[in-house]
């Protein structure tokens, strides 16, 4: 009789273990957002952008082919200063980024505007360069005049042939820091982008807005230096590159859990007899 009730209490004090485990896992799981950094530059070395290598990513290569003019430096205060003509540049990702439903990739730098020209031009985006490295240029970051003198706007687009999306003024010659995240979304040409500055909202929900494909793969970072007439003079620092994973839905993780640990109760009652077991 004393074996067999020591035997009941070890096995409940097993199930109880489970339970507490599974509760531990459930709070984790809920919690638990998967982000990575995936590329990252302060710029911290003047010169040429071509050929320098970032602290996180590949080495930054020229975009296409031809006679480097005008190259992307990095200026005497460790800034990279991208101007309104010239070479663009691209650096891999540390690995690329399959376009997962429910997944997002988030820019995030430092941003002062020097000069804006005509109706503007995007300095900023991604690319495949396994694909292609002169023109599927997606989430655009475009900055043009704003409506009076020394302001700015902010634009996003998610690839060529469409209208991008513009938010309020901003001081030109001021330094922001901004966030740009772009989420994918189940179907055809309707991801959507937000961008923050300063840790506010500045546009939210931008559809994809151009009319090509969304890429299948998202692996390089890349710097543009727009057209003589529109392009923008900015100046960028401390750039990173985040791949932030969904999780699972709270309930599901709780139905698990629920059927894991009833699953543990009844064999409990089976081995044991009992009708019921308290916690």
């Known amino acids: 009789m004393l074996k067999r009730f020591l035997v009941a209490s070890v ?22 957002v998967r982000s990575e950094i995936i590329f990252s530059d302060d710029f911290s070395t003047a010169g040429p ?47 690329s980024v399959p376009k997962t439903d429910g997944d997002s990739l988030v820019a995030n730098f430092s941003l002062n505007v020097a000069t804006v020209l005509g ?34 706007q902010v634009g996003v687009l998610g690839l060529s042939t469409g209208t991008a999306t513009f938010g309020a003024d901003l001081n030109i010659g001021q330094t922001y820091s901004i966030r740009s995240q772009w989420n994918f979304v189940p179907g055809a040409l309707n991801d959507t982008f937000s961008i923050g500055v300063d840790s506010t909202p500045y546009l939210t929900n931008v559809i994809w807005g151009g009319t ?48 894991g640990v009833a699953g543990l109760a009844a064999r409990y009652r089976r081995k044991t007899g009992s009708s019921s077991v308290a916690v």
């Open 49 to 95: 952008l071509i050929g320098s290598s970032p602290d996180i990513g590949g080495i930054w290569t020229q975009t296409g082919t031809g006679v480097v003019t005008n190259p992307l430096t990095v200026n005497a205060s460790n800034q990279l200063v991208v101007g309104n003509t010239g070479t663009d540049a691209f650096a891999a990702l540390s690995r």
């Open 212 to 259: 090509g494909a969304e890429p299948t793969n998202i692996s390089a970072v890349n710097f543009r230096q727009g057209a003589v007439a529109t392009g923008p003079t900015v100046t960028i620092d401390n750039l990173t590159v985040d791949s932030i994973s969904a999780v699972p839905e709270p309930t599901s993780v709780a139905l698990m859990s629920m059927v």
């Open 11 to 32: 096995s409940w004090l097993a199930v109880k273990k489970s339970l507490i485990v599974s509760i531990v896992l459930l709070s984790a799981m809920q919690s638990n």
């Open 119 to 152: 109706a503007g031009d995007y300095f900023f985006h991604f690319m495949d360069p396994a694909v292609n490295t002169t023109t599927t240029f997606t989430n655009r970051i475009f900055a043009r005049p704003g409506t009076g003198a020394g302001l700015f």
